[in-house]
């Protein structure tokens, strides 16, 4: 069965450097996505991408936060100069194609990276 | 603003026992879908049941199962039959008809299964 994979499974980085974090979504799916969960807390959507574009983003997704799909597979996030509270479970999830009328179409998640900003 | 609340932050169950957990959900919109997906401890996310704006039916996935009342805006979930792999967290999550159909994501309820 395909699925979502996310490398790496856990990343551990010093405050104010890059961090990148890689997706691999199913390859029909047409939707991708960021979201991320500080510990203990809700999932948080970051960014939508379709078309190769952003499609939506949330107030957390601010200038250190970029998004990019380099070739056919890989769906990346990037982190410009991390801080300690972007310490987190991020989440990639992707939709083979837009919800129709009632929001159809779930969303199938990775199974997320650990990153934590000492 | 789309708003989702999950006001049980834990439950318990005994196990063989049905457990409800409750999801209201705040919208402007008139189409939308409402999921629930669980979260082991292990972390990832496993979609579990999903309901339309639009359904008049209730959504029904083996032991889950909806409980849709759109003009009370709540989408609580059933689960009968509960098992001791059923413990883990419960989010329920809105997504509104707009190009991104990206989640909203209540703050979840830890469910727990005693044998």
């Known amino acids: 069965e395909p699925e979502v994979t996310q490398t790496p499974s856990h990343q551990v980085t010093q405050m104010g450097q890059e961090v990148i974090l890689r997706c691999v979504p199913i390859?029909?799916?047409?939707?991708f996505y960021w979201y991320r969960q500080i510990l203990g807390q809700k999932v948080e959507f970051l960014v939508s991408?379709?078309?190769?574009?952003?499609?939506?983003k949330s107030e957390i997704f601010d200038d250190q936060f970029s998004v990019e799909r380099p070739d056919g597979s890989n769906f990346t996030l990037k982190i410009r100069s991390t801080k300690l509270e972007d310490s987190a479970m991020y989440f990639c999830?992707?939709?083979?194609?837009?919800?129709?009328?009632?929001?159809?179409?779930?969303?199938?998640f990775g199974p997320g990276t650990r990153l934590t900003v000492l | 603003a789309q708003k989702i609340t999950q006001t049980q932050p834990g439950m318990f169950v005994q196990e063989k026992e049905a457990v409800t957990l409750d999801c209201t959900y705040d919208?402007?919109?008139?189409?939308?879908?409402l999921f629930w997906y669980k979260q082991p401890s292990s972390g990832e996310m496993i979609f579990l049941i999903y309901?339309?704006?639009?359904?008049?039916q209730n959504a029904t996935e083996g032991r889950y199962s909806l409980n849709f009342q759109k003009a009370r805006k709540s989408a609580n979930l059933v689960i009968s039959a509960s098992q001791l792999g059923d413990s883990a967290m419960y989010f329920c999550?809105?997504?509104?008809?707009?190009?991104?159909?990206?989640?909203?994501f209540g703050t979840g309820t830890s469910l727990t299964v005693i044998p």
């Open positions: 919208t402007s919109d008139q189409s939308y879908g």
């Open positions: 999830a992707s939709r083979r194609e837009r919800g129709g009328l009632g929001g159809h179409n779930e969303q199938f």
């Open positions: 991408f379709y078309n190769n574009e952003i499609s939506e």
């Open positions: 999550a809105m997504s509104p008809p707009n190009t991104g159909n990206q989640f909203y």
């Open positions: 390859s029909n799916h047409l939707y």
């Open positions: 309901q339309g704006s639009y359904d008049e």
